[in-house]
């Protein structure tokens, strides 16, 4: 039987030490970036760490220097393209500014969510940026801020928690959003998000615990109020948390007697089953039924027809919270910043009057 090679030993700060002909202390101090040395030493150190294909130990490194150069960033939903994308704009930020990225999905649930922040805070990160998967439970984030370990927040508001947030304007893009359907002459309008509420009807907000979902259906609605609809909320869904469960919700408001003419996506994961579920129908957009989602994902501008947005500066939100975060780990102590982003519609071909048997 023949014997398995044996894995090298990692080379170690001692054998740079040697190699260099220094102590281990000021090889330490040349491999972690600390102290004074002197141009020839540090010379030295450099090349025995190379030529001995040297690989520091971010943990040990962390504890002499009371910093890992790490972010923890945890996200709802990384195969959203939504988090992808703000996830990059984090990494570009913290990259040109000398720091690496860890990354933890909590999948929406709390549970997961605080599984996560407990793994970052063990890996000593510096800080974390998180975007709360709900405001009922927080413990976990009051924690990490009481630490001392700067906190941003993304995408969603805690006015509870004073730490940096970068949010885009959710209330007043669905509002804007709503009011392009209304204009275009529809009344029975559905919202469907991915947010749970203790089943799939929507009561009243006191349900949402997702402050941008909140925002958002109470936009939608007193879009619709405004404008003189009768019970908006009849035609709020919940609970879109899976393909087939989107798929359901779609059949569903697409086969009621009270079927809307339009429907407003919370975001382009959702709207995309929504689409294959109204072409599996046979239905045309814009003829059958209008549909706008949030969100600029690639798809909806080559789909035939194109379909409307909300166009969210999502790459701009994760970009502004890792540079805030990044300001506070370089000692930044002035007050909390909470910047709000603009959004913008793109109109494109997805929406038009409604039927005219409706």
Same mark, same amino acid.
């Given at each position: 039987?023949?014997?398995?090679?044996?894995?090298? @030993?990692?080379?170690?700060?001692?054998?740079?030490?040697?190699?260099?002909?220094?102590?281990?202390?000021?090889?330490?101090?040349v491999l972690g970036g600390y102290g004074?040395?002197?141009?020839?030493?540090?010379a030295s150190v450099t090349a025995a760490?190379?030529?001995?294909?040297? @690989?520091?130990?971010?943990?040990?490194?962390?504890?002499?220097?009371?910093?890992?150069?790490?972010?923890?960033?945890?996200?709802?939903?990384?195969?959203?393209?939504?988090?992808?994308?703000?996830?990059?704009?984090?990494?570009?930020?913290?990259?040109?500014?000398?720091?690496?990225?860890?990354?933890?999905?909590?999948?929406?649930?709390?549970?997961?969510?605080?599984?996560?922040?407990?793994?970052?805070?063990?890996?000593?990160?510096?800080?974390?940026?998180?975007?709360?998967?709900?405001?009922? #439970?927080?413990?976990?984030?009051?924690?990490?801020?009481?630490?001392?370990?700067?906190?941003?927040?993304? #995408?969603?508001?805690?006015?509870?928690?004073?730490?940096?947030?970068?949010?885009?304007?959710?209330?007043?893009?669905?509002?804007?959003?709503?009011?392009?359907?209304?204009?275009?002459?529809?009344?029975?309008? /559905?919202?469907?998000?991915?947010?749970?509420?203790?089943?799939?009807?929507?009561?009243?907000?006191?349900?949402?615990?997702?402050?941008?979902?909140?925002?958002?259906?109470?936009?939608?609605?007193?879009?619709?109020?405004?404008?003189?609809?009768?019970?908006?909320?009849?035609?709020?869904?919940?609970? /879109?948390?899976?393909?087939?469960?989107?798929?359901?919700? /779609?059949?569903?408001?697409?086969?009621?007697?009270?079927?809307?003419?339009?429907?407003?996506?919370? #975001?382009?994961?959702?709207?995309?089953?929504?689409?294959?579920?109204? @072409?599996?129908?046979?239905?045309?957009?814009?003829?059958?039924?209008?549909?706008?989602?949030?969100?600029?994902?690639?798809?909806?501008?080559?789909?035939?027809?194109?379909?409307?947005?909300?166009?969210?500066?999502?790459?701009?939100?994760?970009?502004?919270?890792?540079?805030?975060?990044? @300001?506070?780990?370089?000692?930044?102590?002035?007050?909390?910043?909470?910047?709000?982003?603009?959004?913008?519609?793109?109109?494109?071909?997805?929406?038009?009057?409604?039927?005219?048997?409706?």
């Amino acid at each position: 039987m023949t014997k398995a090679p044996s894995r090298a @030993r990692p080379k170690t700060v001692a054998d740079v030490a040697r190699a260099a002909n220094v102590s281990k202390a000021t090889a330490a101090r040349v491999l972690g970036g600390y102290g004074v040395v002197s141009d020839t030493v540090r010379a030295s150190v450099t090349a025995a760490a190379k030529a001995l294909d040297y @690989r520091p130990n971010e943990l040990a490194r962390s504890m002499t220097t009371g910093r890992s150069d790490i972010i923890g960033v945890v996200v709802g939903d990384i195969e959203n393209p939504f988090f992808s994308l703000a996830v990059r704009g984090i990494s570009d930020a913290a990259k040109a500014a000398g720091f690496n990225v860890i990354l933890a999905n909590s999948g929406e649930k709390i549970e997961a969510e605080k599984a996560a922040v407990r793994l970052l805070i063990g890996k000593r990160v510096d800080g974390l940026i998180v975007t709360p998967s709900e405001s009922r #439970d927080i413990t976990h984030l009051r924690d990490i801020h009481r630490s001392g370990r700067p906190l941003a927040l993304l #995408d969603r508001a805690l006015p509870e928690l004073d730490v940096d947030t970068v949010t885009v304007d959710d209330r007043e893009a669905a509002i804007r959003a709503t009011r392009v359907l209304i204009d275009a002459g529809h009344r029975n309008i /559905a919202y469907v998000t991915a947010v749970e509420g203790n089943g799939h009807e929507y009561f009243d907000l006191r349900q949402i615990y997702t402050s941008s979902v909140r925002e958002r259906i109470d936009g939608f609605l007193a879009a619709c109020r405004d404008a003189g609809i009768d019970r908006p909320e009849r035609h709020v869904r919940l609970g /879109a948390t899976s393909f087939e469960e989107t798929r359901r919700l /779609a059949d569903e408001l697409l086969s009621s007697s009270e079927r809307p003419t339009a429907i407003l996506a919370s #975001d382009s994961v959702i709207a995309l089953e929504i689409l294959r579920a109204i @072409r599996q129908r046979g239905m045309r957009i814009p003829d059958d039924i209008s549909l706008i989602t949030f969100h600029d994902a690639d798809w909806t501008g080559v789909t035939t027809p194109p379909i409307t947005v909300v166009d969210q500066p999502v790459y701009a939100l994760g970009h502004t919270v890792a540079e805030l975060l990044i @300001r506070r780990l370089k000692g930044d102590i002035k007050p909390p910043e909470r910047l709000v982003l603009r959004t913008a519609i793109i109109n494109r071909g997805s929406v038009g009057p409604p039927p005219v048997m409706w």
